[in-house]
Antibody, heavy 119, light 111 residues
Framework: EVQLVESGGGLVKPGGSLRLSCAAA????????VNWVRQFPGKGLEWVST????????HYADSVEGRFTISRDNAKNSFYLQMNSLRAEDTAVYYC????????????WGQGTLVTVSS | QSALTQPASVSGSPGQSITISCSGT?????????VSWYQQHPGKAPTLMVF???NRPSGVSNRFSGSKSGNTASLTISGLQAADEADYYC???????????FGGGTKLTVL
């Protein structure tokens, strides 16, 4: 059974940093690209970042480029999102999600971790 | 403001069919056949229902079908059931910058 489990969310002040983790299980981790997708309090979804199986291809949403960094550790079946210079508008539930083999879709999602940016 | 436009809400009675639209541009929906649809029940993570316009993942009911015409994609749910009541989101690959755009979501109410 595919499982993705996020951790690391919490309350942080504007300008602060936070590191999210996602532990994967139940599939060959080194075969799949993985992503972060966030959901704002008003319910809208936003794709945040993707990293290829080997980590050599990385992309970010324009809204987080230069502030967030995605990485993965294939030996630990885990990937991460380092978030710096956080803003109030980064407040959201952050989901880790596996990219499907075919096309651009997210076939498995974690349960989400809440990040709140507030003073 | 979401990149793709969906109606805020739709409703239907059990057994009926409904269609949710997802309007984009030639840079996303119209330019690629990488349109997906997700179902989200309250307090849960989204679940993939349709990918690449009209393909269903294993285990998804054939009551869910997708299509696309020009810059607009659609999700049709036939034989509505109470369990279908949820939020539905479309997404599309964009090819550059923010690689994936989502719609703002549609709340489906089963009357």
């Amino acid at each position: 059974e595919v499982q993705l489990v996020e951790s690391g969310g919490g309350l942080v002040k504007p300008g602060g940093s936070l590191r999210l983790s996602c532990a994967a299980a139940g599939f060959t981790f080194t075969t799949y690209s993985v992503n972060w997708v966030r959901q704002f309090p008003g319910k809208g979804l936003e794709w945040v970042s993707t990293i290829s199986p080997s980590g050599d291809s990385i992309h970010y949403a324009d809204s987080v480029e230069g502030r967030f960094t995605i990485s993965r550790d294939n030996a630990k079946n885990s990937f991460y999102l380092q978030m710096n210079s956080l803003r109030a508008e980064d407040t959201a539930v952050y989901y880790c999600a596996r990219k499907g083999v075919l096309g651009w879709n997210f076939d498995y999602w974690g349960q989400g971790t809440l990040v709140t940016v507030s003073s | 403001q979401s990149a793709l436009t969906q109606p805020a809400s739709v409703s239907g009675s059990p057994g009926q069919s409904i269609t949710i639209s997802c309007s984009g541009t030639s840079s996303d929906v119209g330019g690629y056949n990488h349109v997906s649809w997700y179902q989200q029940h309250p307090g849960k993570a989204p679940t993939l229902m349709v990918f690449d316009v009209n393909n269903r993942p294993s285990g998804v009911s054939n009551r869910f079908s997708g299509s696309k015409s020009g810059n607009t994609a659609s999700l049709t749910i036939s034989g509505l059931q109470a369990a279908d009541e949820a939020d539905y989101y479309c997404s599309s690959y964009t090819g550059s910058g923010t690689l994936v755009a989502f719609g703002g979501g549609t709340k489906l109410t089963v009357l």
